[in-house]
């Protein structure tokens, strides 16, 4: 039996970390199947190359791997004819419908409690990442219409992803984000589909999960000043977009915050973290972020043991200090910062 | 010659914190004709009340003032029919296109230059704050539809106002807020207008601005990372809406925001913070946002010198920190934190 995994390191600094996640798999033992890796293509960089951001071979491969990670696309400064971002496709037509970003921190003593703990689970497919947008000609000038999409099908599916995630989680909260004071029609769907979610599956099955809501502006507020309050927050699409980011920058750098993609039939690990053209091609990016998105994949599929050896070598090499990138305030290359989680493994 | 003043404390502690601005206001001195208030109602706990949330008559008592201060409004936590938020009708009502909202935190030396000294100015007409939004049945449930519309014409004038407060700034710097990455037409249009607002006014006026651009989601990250590198950010209306508060938890606390609803002809001063129902009619809520948007409006009509008056009364009150409500780790009242500032001026 083997494991097929999916490489598309994309651009900039995503050719750097995902060969990184790639040897951190290689390091692992009897916890997980032979890995066997094919390597594919996308991004803004093939797109100037080739005109295609995402070669069809690349989606039709994918569908006869396991599981994939992704490293990052680079965004074109300006608009640039017949580009569209591939990662965004890939969500679609892969129907990755949850985007999950576990936040932590990690504490000074290994048997502390982080001070951060929580998940963004982020819608993946709608909103107004359905790029519907018209431009026209009015009195007064261009005038530029994008449609939001909200529907009941994929809020209830997010929501019950969002339930199952807390069920698992010791404080078993999930909070829903939302602007239905302005957005009554789409978010007042989107939050009631959510809060609707265990009746609607009503095997009793989330009883024990406790349901809050916040409104987007003060919810981004609240996780500055106090983040301890959230434990599961599910949202539409750009919301969970920009709380992710906001999380992020809580727990040091987004250099080490992982996600995954995940639909009912795959699974796509990527870090949140960018193409970071800046520091591209300097042998300096974090990979940490990509490390963790390899082993969030692999719990994902089942693989817990594996993924919590990986996690626990991340955790060490944080919080040792000693070999850090320069994100982290650290001087240490990516080969280094590899090398030191490949030691703990 | 009298400076008439619409008052509109509207819901929570609206209540509580309009009427300390007014006494601010009211112990000025020859710096601003002499006041004349008009008590105006609006609000969600008036439309509870009388099924109008936003009277007529407040609107046209409106066009008969030189300038207002509105309080803040609680939203419904379920939908209720026929209500709508009153704030953001106002705001398009007067076409109050503009939504300054300064974020600056207080130096420990009244000499020092602050840590942190940004102006966040938020188009606020349009965006997805049109409010257009249809519901319909699809062959899984339901499929709500809003409508994000971003004009030429409103981007070029937020845009200008953008460009015009950088000039009186020493950094001179606008940073534009978009996620074109995504949003190709909509936010591409925003982001093109404003880049292009220099070349079109045509006089040479702001070739000292520097402009930047950011992407919604890194914006917010770097926001909290490294504050120091904005200066003016314009965004389009929810981008706007959600980077305020965001900048509002790094000075610490909401209540110290302060903002103005600016158009061609008229001028709103509004605290960024909400109604904060929690807190409501205990007296203890913060009243400095209200008075620095109190003193922000005057400065908007070219009252510079009474401005300035009160804004250094309360920095004054929050440097010697002897007298601050609970959101600032005070254990005064409302009526306590305005007696100091009204003592300072
Ligand atoms: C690159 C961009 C399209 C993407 C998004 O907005 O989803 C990124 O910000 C992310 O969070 O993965
Ligand atoms: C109350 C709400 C409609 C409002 C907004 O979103 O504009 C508020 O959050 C604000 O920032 O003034």
Redesign the pocket.
């Given at each position: 039996q083997k494991l097929k995994i999916g490489l598309i390191p994309a651009d900039g600094i995503g050719q750097e970390v995902i060969p990184a996640a790639r040897a951190a798999i290689e390091a692992l033992g009897s916890e997980i199947p032979k890995p066997e890796f094919v390597d594919l293509a996308a991004g803004f960089e093939l797109f100037s190359a080739s005109g295609e951001a995402l070669p069809e071979e690349t989606v039709q491969a994918l569908k006869d791997c396991d599981c994939a990670l992704f490293g990052a696309?680079s965004?074109p400064v300006n608009k640039v004819a017949g580009y569209s971002?591939p990662?965004?496709a890939l969500r679609k037509r892969l129907d990755l419908y949850a985007n999950v970003r576990p936040v932590i921190s990690v504490a000074a003593n290994p048997e502390d409690k982080p001070d951060i703990d929580l998940v963004v689970v982020r819608e993946n497919t709608e909103c107004l990442y359905v790029k519907q947008e018209t431009m026209s000609i009015g009195e007064h000038g261009k005038e530029a219409r994008a449609t939001r999409l909200i529907t009941e099908r994929a809020s209830h599916r997010i929501g019950k992803m969002a339930f199952e995630i807390a069920l698992g989680r010791p404080r078993k909260q999930v909070t829903v984000i939302h602007k239905s004071n302005v957005l009554s029609v789409t978010d007042g769907l989107f939050r009631d589909t959510v809060r609707a979610v265990p009746r609607v599956v009503g095997d009793g099955r989330y009883d024990s999960v406790k349901i809050e809501e916040q409104i987007v502006d003060s919810a981004v507020y609240r996780l500055f000043r106090e983040p301890q309050i959230y434990d599961v927050m599910v949202a539409p699409n750009l919301y969970g977009?920009i709380i992710?980011d906001a999380a992020a920058a809580l727990v040091g750098s987004l250099g080490l915050v992982p996600s995954v993609n995940a639909g009912d039939n795959f699974v796509m690990g990527?870090p949140?973290h960018?193409s970071a053209p800046d520091i591209a091609g300097r042998g300096i990016a974090n990979p940490l972020a990509s490390i963790r998105s390899a082993a969030l994949m692999l719990r994902h599929l089942g693989y817990a043991a594996a993924a919590d050896k990986m996690d626990k070598a991340v955790d060490q090499v944080i919080r040792e200090g000693q070999v850090l990138t320069p994100d982290l305030g650290g001087k240490s290359k990516t080969t280094e910062v590899l090398d030191a989680v490949l030691k703990r493994l």
């Open positions: 696309v965004s971002s990662i965004v977009d992710s990527e949140v960018g």
